[in-house]
């Protein structure tokens, strides 16, 4: 079960979209596409595009087009070609047929990035999953692929029994990578919560828009930071001292793309843990990409398919330092006008950044009466770690703590039974607790172990 999806590692490729009658308006139709084929290795030697309202059904492109693409193939002597779009398996089969090279869409490319970068056995695992899942509508074409590697052009390809049998196969996996990844992410979720001490922040972002940059810019971590995309598919968390606050927890994720393959997302949802539970989000974009409006609209989209395009997020401007970045950072605050512009890289604005994180997490800040017995030390360092305790009132074995303390903070000790919580009246505004000296601080580093 090798060849479940296939590669462009170092092949001739030639690229194709598919545009909407009148393009889509980019500058370069093609820089996303061609980035992702750079990333897994690929040679790109053309480009074509058809300007087209629907695709056609057997073929995706026209016929005319498909013509014109045959001849390219044989110009530049390619060993594939790269659809933007996603093929139906049967459109996928056609082309083959046609162009006698092989064919990728925009998924497998993606898939086939993934699996190279994948590190832990988690992520490997996800991945195979979603590999599986693209793969087993497509058995019977991998299956003449392959045959057609080894018994050349024209051989019988295997019989329906063989396929049947793989088939069976394949589920089976699926259903057991299902159930592990299941594990994995129960496990996750107990580890997560586990550190509910503690306000957390998750990086968001299209890849490639400088998350581990800023993740090693904001707490002296040493993540991977690449010019590549998908450079990063693990969770990384780390402390962050975030000034006129104190300890949070900021983590960095596997970035986003358009159109992200629905069967990755679910095979990561151990992964994207952090994101889920996080109490702010971090949505870092790409200012200096002439895509960015896009980029920000598709991230939104993947959000939403976590169930967390509610949560508070703040938008980070990244790589305003680079060029072409100053004209599209202005238009883009008229749109945005509550984004912060950084540089990751050279480190700008990472106060201002810091600042907005702080007034964002204190915005959700509760004036109440906290009730608890006067033995309960541990909630008392509590409340004074994370929030400011005004008053203490005495009343036999009972203690009454007037606090304003993060609507997070109050969230995880509401059920504690021997704490009754009185809300005085609507939110404030108060940044508190600068010095915090909280002994059950996190760690520095929470490495994700597989
Ligand atoms: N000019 C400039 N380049 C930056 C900045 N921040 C990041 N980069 C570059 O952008 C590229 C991607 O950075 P990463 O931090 O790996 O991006 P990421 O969002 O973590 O990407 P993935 O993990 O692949 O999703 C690298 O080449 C960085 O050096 C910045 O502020 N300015
Ligand atoms: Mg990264």
Known sequence: MQDRVQSVASEATILVRLLPPGGDGFQDPFAELEGLAKTAGARVVGRLSQQRERPHPAT???????????????????????????????????????????????????????????????????????????????????????????????MRGPGEKQLETDRRLVEKRIHDLRTQLGEFERRKERQVSGRRGFMSISLVGYTNAGKSTLMNAMTAADVVVEDKLFATLDTRTRRWQLPNWGPVLLSDTVGFIRDLPHSLIASFKATLEETRQADLLLHVADASNP?????????????????????????????????????????????????????????????????AV??????????????????????????????????????EERVIMHCRIPEAYLNRIQDDEDVSIRRRDTPCNIVGNEDSTSDDSPPDTIEEVA
């Open 60 to 154: 995706y492109l026209g016929k005319g087009k498909v013509e014109e693409l045959e001849q390219l193939v044989k110009h530049h002597d390619a060993d594939a070609v790269l659809f933007d779009n996603d093929l139906a398996p049967a459109q996928t089969r056609n082309l083959e047929k046609a162009l006698d090279v092989k064919v990728l869409d925009r998924t497998e490319v993606i898939l086939d990035i993934f699996s190279t970068h994948a590190q832990t056995i988690e992520s490997r695992l996800a991945v195979e999953l979603a590999q599986l899942e693209y793969a087993l509508p497509r058995l019977k074409r991998m299956w003449t692929h392959l045959s057609r590697l080894k018994m050349g052009i024209g």
């Open 291 to 355: 895509e960015v409006y896009e980029q920000i609209a598709a991230v939104y989209s993947v959000l939403e398919e976590l169930g967390v395009e509610a949560k508070d997020t703040l938008l980070v401007l990244n790589k305003v330092d680079a060029e072409g970045a100053a004209d599209r950072v202005h238009s883009l605050l008229n749109r945005y006008p509550h984004a912060i512009a950084i540089s990751a890289k050279e480190k700008q604005g990472i106060s201002e950044l810091a600042h």
């Open 358 to 395: 702080s007034a964002a997490l204190s915005r959700s800040f509760q004036d109440v009466d906290v009730e608890t017995s006067v033995s309960n030390g541990k909630l008392m360092a509590y409340m004074a770690a994370h929030g400011e305790v005004l008053s203490k009132r005495y009343s």
